[in-house]
Each structure stands twice: as C-alpha cells, then as structure tokens.
C-alpha cells in the first residue's frame, strides 16, 4: 500500500521544500495539499469537527505554489491536492496552472476536487451555494474541454471556451470519459457525489475513510452503472490517522494508496511524526 501525506502547509509550519525532500527520501508516495483563500472573520458556517476553527485554516499556503517548489526538489513523490476547490477559480486560468504543474512534474500531480463547507469564502468568490456543486461539475467539463488534445469548444450553464489552442496538456492520455491529470472527487458518500465521480473523475478521495465497507459496493454499482471499468476505480481515504488494523482493512477492501495527516507544525514535530510513520512504509 502506497502511504501519502497531507498537511496544513502554512506561513508558521516547516517548508515545501524541505518537507518534499524529507518524504521522497523516506519513501513516501505523496504530498497533497488543502485549499482555502481566506477565511472571512465574521462567518456563520460552524467548523466541520466541531468548535473553533483551527488556526491553520487562514494561514494556508497556496497550494499549486507549494507544490511546484516540492516538484522542483524530487522526481518520484506524487503531488496533489486535498482538494482544490473548483468552483472558487476562474476554470481557464485553473486550467493552465494544474497543466503546467503537472507537466513540470512529468505526469505527478493528482487534482483532489471538492465544494467545499465554507459558505462565507464561497460567496467572496460569488458561488451560490445551492449550485456549487453544479458550478463545480460545469467548470470540469470546461478545462477537459481545454485539456482535450484537439481545439475543443465547451458551452456550458456557467461558464464557456472557444476552440482554442491550450498547451501544455496533462501528461496523462484521456481515459474513458476523463481528460486530464489523475481526479479524485472528495466529499461524503451519496448518489450525487458518486455520479460526479462516475462522470468525470478516476475515483473518491473519502476523508477519514470511515464507512467504506458500507459505501464503496454503492459506488461500485454507479461506477458500473456509467459503463467504467470495474478495475480502474481508485479510492484514496484522506486524513487518515493510521493504524496497522486501519491500514489492513482497507487493504482487504482493495485500497492501494492512503493519505495519512500530518500536524500543521513545525520541521521538529512534522519530522517527528514521519519518524513514527515510517513503520506503515
């Protein structure tokens, strides 16, 4: 089983670079990052877990900047995202940077797409709530169309491209009905999730991982379903605290990469909790 990382990457916490050379020379498989512009001070929208929001949350680096310094400094780590906001980014220019990045890195990066839970950020960058999802989805099909390998024209509900000539192109060939760098849909089971990633996406990027001997023969009747390849699904669960026994039950249910979470801090205990990690390489 490959073991990734993620990590609140922030302006206080250890670097990109050293924290990408640190994992490629442990051995392990990747370095996937969060996404957050801001965080507006007066919200309503309650933290996920519960309580305060973390402070990391409004000092998060960027994520394609960081991860094209961890490219620059290895060969084999896999990079990504977890996730990328899609709906927050003009798709054109998002376009460009995930193929540039991915063509910097020779085919490395993996593009973790989610909606989102902020609504207060969401809406600074004028997503309606209600539709972000569809926004999301509409805005996929318009950089595949960007991606694709002929002058591609897209017209959508809310966004368009002109046939036009992008380069450079994911590294990645087209694959069913997907074009681009390797895409995880991450978010909560449930049949509209599970469509999305049947339509436009290589797999599910589960965070914490937890009910997936319940969902996962769920997805696989969708994936199905959509006519894709019973053996191309990918599930990668994401921020995983690991355990041997966690590890070896999703093994039993066919997973072959884990992103495991690292604290947002300092180069001492990041490094310190990849020492103790090192046993589930």
Do not use: C
Request: no cysteine; proline share 7%.
């Amino acid at each position: 089983m490959r073991i990734a990382v993620t990590i609140f990457l922030t302006d206080e916490t250890i670097a990109p670079v050293r924290l990408a050379r640190e994992l490629e020379a442990r051995g392990f498989a990747g370095l996937y990052l969060p996404e957050h512009t801001h965080i507006p001070v007066e919200r309503t929208t309650p933290y996920p877990a519960g309580g305060d929001l973390p402070r990391e949350y409004g000092r998060t680096l960027d994520p394609f900047v960081a991860l094209g310094q961890a490219a620059a400094v290895t060969e084999r780590l896999g990079l990504g995202t977890g996730i990328t906001l899609v709906a927050q980014h003009d798709p054109i220019d998002l376009a460009k940077q995930i193929a540039t990045l991915d063509h910097l890195s020779g085919g490395r990066f993996t593009l973790g797409v989610g909606f989102g839970w902020n609504v207060e950020e969401a809406a600074d960058h004028g997503v309606r709530w209600r539709t972000r999802r569809e926004l999301g989805r509409d805005r996929m099909a318009l950089m595949r169309a960007l991606w694709a390998e002929e002058p591609t024209a897209y017209e959508g509900e809310f966004g368009s491209v002109r046939a036009s000539s992008a380069f450079p192109k994911p590294v990645q060939k087209p694959r069913g009905p997907v074009t681009g760098p390797r895409t995880l849909v991450g978010g909560a089971a449930g049949p509209k999730l599970f469509t999305h990633i049947a339509e436009y996406a290589d797999g599910w990027m589960p965070i914490g991982g937890r009910g997936l001997t319940e969902s996962l023969p769920v997805l696989r009747s969708v994936w199905a379903d959509a006519g894709r390849d019973a053996g191309a699904l990918q599930v990668v669960p994401y921020a995983v605290f690991p355990s041997a026994g966690k590890l070896a039950h999703y093994a039993e249910l066919g997973i072959e990469e884990v992103v495991v979470q690292l604290p947002p801090a300092g180069e001492a205990e990041v490094l310190g909790v990849l020492d103790a990690y090192g046993e589930y390489l």
